[in-house]
């Protein structure tokens, strides 16, 4: 009599269990389709990581790693998904891991995840992010293929964003893999400053409102007209 009402007992837990889960994830998902609706992200946020809780899957984990680092907390993006690359990586974890890393100044890191993204699906602007990457490092020759291959492939829409002044704004990523260049040009020689010029010119005729370019071609004659001013 005693192991029936024992094994009774259990039976009743277990299933007090699955209800009070089944009821959690009800109302986490509940809870999830309204802070979408309200455009909350950390609304977002807490209610997948009980999601991921009670309910774990990798597409969730992705999901919300790439919700953190669209919010600038990289740390815990990272932390969701880990720094180490896994083959089963989706291609989502992958850029999240990406892009927090290079936001993080962990420039070679990122620069391993987006090979690993370029060599799964090679395209224009993960060749943009990997050149201007491989110039903070000095990988010159590399960041020139990647440049090579921007400049073959990019379409007249294709636009990329800067952030070096207050207001952000777009140029055709053709002329930023020209501005790209001609830095690379002039660090290799810069004893023939207009073969930069000549690029940077190139890229503010595509985009005059490129502010960078501009800024870079502005330094380059100051500096050609120092070198060609007769020293007294």
Request: hydrophobic fraction near 45%; aromatic fraction near 8%; charge should be positive.
């Amino acid at each position: 009599m005693k192991q029936i009402i024992i094994a009774v007992v259990l039976l009743f837990t277990v299933s007090m269990g699955a209800q009070t889960k089944s009821d959690l994830l009800t109302h986490y998902k509940a809870f999830y389709k309204q802070m979408k609706s309200q455009g909350d992200t950390q609304g977002i946020i807490n209610a997948i990581t009980h999601l991921n809780v009670l309910e774990p899957s990798e597409a969730r984990k992705d999901t919300l790693a790439f919700l953190y680092v669209n919010s600038n907390q990289n740390m815990q993006a990272l932390r969701v998904i880990g720094v180490d690359t896994k083959d089963s990586d989706s291609n989502l974890a992958v850029q999240v891991r990406a892009l927090a890393l290079k936001a993080l100044g962990d420039v070679k890191r990122a620069i391993a995840q987006f090979e690993i993204l370029n060599k799964r699906t090679p395209n224009t602007f993960l060749a943009y992010e990997l050149a201007d990457l491989k110039i903070q490092t000095g990988d010159k020759a590399g960041a020139l293929v990647n440049i090579e291959y921007g400049l073959a492939n990019a379409k007249d829409d294709m636009k990329y964003a800067f952030y070096e002044r207050q207001q952000p704004y777009e140029v055709p990523i053709k002329a930023a893999f020209l501005h790209l260049k001609a830095l690379i040009e002039y660090n290799n020689d810069q004893s023939k400053p207009d073969v930069a010029l000549a690029l940077i010119n190139e890229a503010l005729a595509i985009a005059p409102n490129f502010n960078l370019a501009s800024l870079s071609k502005q330094a380059i004659e100051a500096r050609k007209a120092d070198v060609e001013t007769p020293k007294k």
